[in-house]
């Protein structure tokens, strides 16, 4: 029973607790100091923007607003028809 709640947990809360360890490590880069660390801090950061990208454009794709109206309608209006 306890594998089975670990599970769940980390694939509820997996990824958005690897986000923020990677943003306060990247933020605590840049603290830190300059040159090398400063290079770090960019890596480190852009590692959120890129998951927060790549599923934004994920998430409006499939959900487009307005097309999904249109086809329900459409279909709807299909349906009576043949009614």
């Known amino acids: 029973m ?5 599970h769940t947990f980390l694939k509820l809360w997996g990824i958005p607790v690897f986000l923020f360890v990677i943003t306060i490590a990247g933020l605590l880069l840049a603290i ?3 040159g090398i660390w400063h290079g770090l801090s ?3 950061l852009s590692i ?3 998951f ?3 599923h934004g454009k994920a998430f409006l794709s499939s959900h487009a607003v307005g097309e999904g ?3 329900q309608k459409s279909s709807q209006k299909a349906k009576g ?3």
């Open 2 to 6: 306890q594998t089975n709640q670990q």
């Open 32 to 34: 830190i100091g300059t």
């Open 42 to 44: 960019w890596i480190t």
């Open 48 to 50: 959120p923007v890129y």
């Open 52 to 54: 927060t990208v790549k």
């Open 69 to 71: 109206d249109q086809k």
């Open 81 to 83: 028809r043949r009614q």
